[in-house]
């Protein structure tokens, strides 16, 4: 498992570009943040928070959460937007969950970069902190090119697998590969809207 802090003290981080994700931008574009109800709005792994603040200047209530407590240090440091949080934790961790209910989730990059084997564990875990009806948005990064058991992260992900882990819990209201990207992901990433049952 890769080791998050150490990243953030070595500055090893090249999936942080200083700006929010270009799909959360053409999200709120196409839906509005109406979309996310009225707050709180969980960004698990938030990392410097850039999403975490995109979403506050709508008016949100944010938490961010992200293992690496360098990231959440540097995130309080930037200027804040809004009604946003951070905290270091991990949202797949029961402990961390109890109590707390959110009206949306936003992901972005966290379910790629977690063991594969943790992602059911992660749908449980949003499904158990969104009420009925409440919604988990996201831009997945797609890797249906991997083999497998090729090491990561980023690791295997694709549209099929996405659909399997939620449908338990959710039911897709909408998908589609967004036309804003980073340099480099054009064409890699799928932004799915999936509604609590």
Do not use: N
Not at 111 to 119: K, S, V
């Amino acid at each position: 498992m890769r080791d998050w802090e150490k990243c953030y003290q070595d500055g090893e981080t090249p999936w942080d570009h200083g700006s929010a994700a270009p799909p959360l931008l053409e999200m709120l574009e196409r839906h509005g943040p109406g979309l996310l109800g009225d707050g709180p709005v969980l960004v698990p792994g938030c990392g410097l928070g850039h999403d975490v603040r995109v979403l506050a200047e709508c008016g949100l209530p944010v938490v961010g959460v992200d293992l690496a407590a360098t990231a959440v240090a540097r995130a309080r440091q930037l200027p804040a937007a809004r009604a946003e949080t951070y905290e270091t934790g991990d949202f797949l961790d029961p402990a961390w969950r109890q109590g707390r209910s959110f009206t949306a989730i936003w992901e972005h990059t966290c379910f790629c970069a977690i063991d594969p084997e943790l992602r059911q564990r992660y749908a449980e875990a949003a499904a158990e902190l969104l009420e009925s009806g409440r919604m988990l948005v996201g831009v997945f990064y797609l890797t249906p090119d991997m083999a497998p058991a090729e090491p990561g992260p980023p690791f295997r992900v694709s549209v099929a697998e996405l659909d399997e882990v939620f449908g338990r819990w959710f039911e897709l209201e909408a998908g589609w590969v967004p036309q804003r990207a980073y340099p480099g992901r054009e064409g890699r990433e799928w932004v799915a809207i999936y509604r609590r049952k």
